[in-house]
């Protein structure tokens, strides 16, 4: 079993900080249209973070930390709001509401590019 000790300079002080700069990052106007509902979730759940263990506090800071990645995790909240799945982000794909719409495809140096209007 993972245990954490003092010498590893993880304490509740220091995740609660740290959970509580997560929150005042999500009210970031980027983050604050993508990420409303997890922003909610993460206030609404302040107080039962504080009641956990280290350890477990712990292991929601790194699920919420997934929440910032650029790629296909979610994050599970489960031990703070019993919510699995959180942090996906879906969006419209109906090019047709769009004014123009163009796939670029550029070299890796930048050189070449090729650019297709995707409306037409």
Known sequence: MLQIMEYDGISENGNVDMYDWFISRLKCNVYLKLFEDILDNLKKGRNVFVKM???NQSKLLLEILKVFKCDSQYSNFEKL???KKVGIIRFNSKLSSF????L???SVTGLFEVKVDLLK
């Open 53 to 55: 263990d280290v350890l």
């Open 81 to 83: 709001n019993d919510r």
């Open 99 to 102: 004014k123009t719409a163009s």
């Open 104 to 106: 670029i495809n550029q």
